[in-house]
C-alpha cells in the first residue's frame, strides 16, 4: 500500500544512513522498523513467564522453606 508520512529531519537521515550501510531500501528499513516496534509492544503485553521443573513430590523430605537458617545451612 503506497501511504505519505511526516517524520522528523534526523530520523529520516538515521533511516536513510542505516538503510545505505544494510543495503536495504528506505521502505523496507521504516517496515521494519515498524514491525518491530509492534512485536515489542505485543511481547511485553505477554506477561507470562514459564518455569521449567523437574521431578514430582514437591519439596525433598526435611526441607522448611520458613525456615531460613536451615535452609542456608543446606545450601551451604
Known amino acids: ?39 515489542m509492544k505485543k511481547s511485553k503485553n505477554k506477561n507470562t513467564i514459564s518455569l521449567l521443573t523437574a521431578g514430582e513430590g514437591g519439596l525433598v523430605h526435611g526441607i522448611d522453606l520458613d525456615d531460613s537458617a536451615s535452609l542456608n545451612d543446606i545450601m551451604e
Open 1 to 39: 500500500m503506497r501511504t505519505t508520512i511526516t517524520i522528523d529531519d534526523s530520523l529520516y537521515l538515521e533511516l536513510k544512513q542505516l538503510a545505505a550501510e544494510t543495503h536495504k531500501t528506505f521502505t523496507k528499513v521504516v517496515e521494519d522498523a515498524l514491525r518491530n516496534s509492534l512485536e
